[in-house]
């Protein structure tokens, strides 16, 4: 049973009890035939059965009148914050820089440039000394095609 259909039971449950307490009211006293309703006939009706008050309809659920919601800023780093995170030197780089700065450490940039040109070089060597032999070989090719004409 529902709250509603709980508190309308108790109401009609009740209302015989406040018409008693209010019929015990005290009322000044007159001759019984002047009254617009008489006292038997209320105890008549109180000794009565209440009527039965039948909530079979279904009761409308009630429709919601109101909206939540969540506003949720995106995060978004600051131009400052970004700028101290791609230039800003970890604990490694600080420490290189203040050797080199002293003249106690390695440039490490200066060596991998080295390592670098090195191998730049010999790739151009290779190469050169590979076109060398394939001109001498087109030269003793060329030689051999004329001495067989001869």
Sequence with gaps: MGPFRKAVALGVCCLPALVVSLSAAPVPQEPAGDLPVSLERIRGDLEKAPALIKLDGQVPLPVATFRSGV???????????????????????????????????????????????????????????????????????????LADVK
């Design 71 to 145: 506003d949720q800023r995106v995060w978004v780093i600051s131009l400052d914050e970004w700028l101290h995170k791609q230039f800003d030197l970890n604990l490694l780089q600080q420490q290189s820089a203040h050797w080199t700065s002293m003249c106690c450490g390695i440039d490490l940039g200066m060596v991998f440039n080295g390592i670098d040109k090195a191998l730049q070089q010999r790739k151009i060597r290779k190469i050169r000394e590979q076109v060398t032999r394939e001109l001498a070989e087109v030269e003793a090719a060329r030689k051999t095609a």
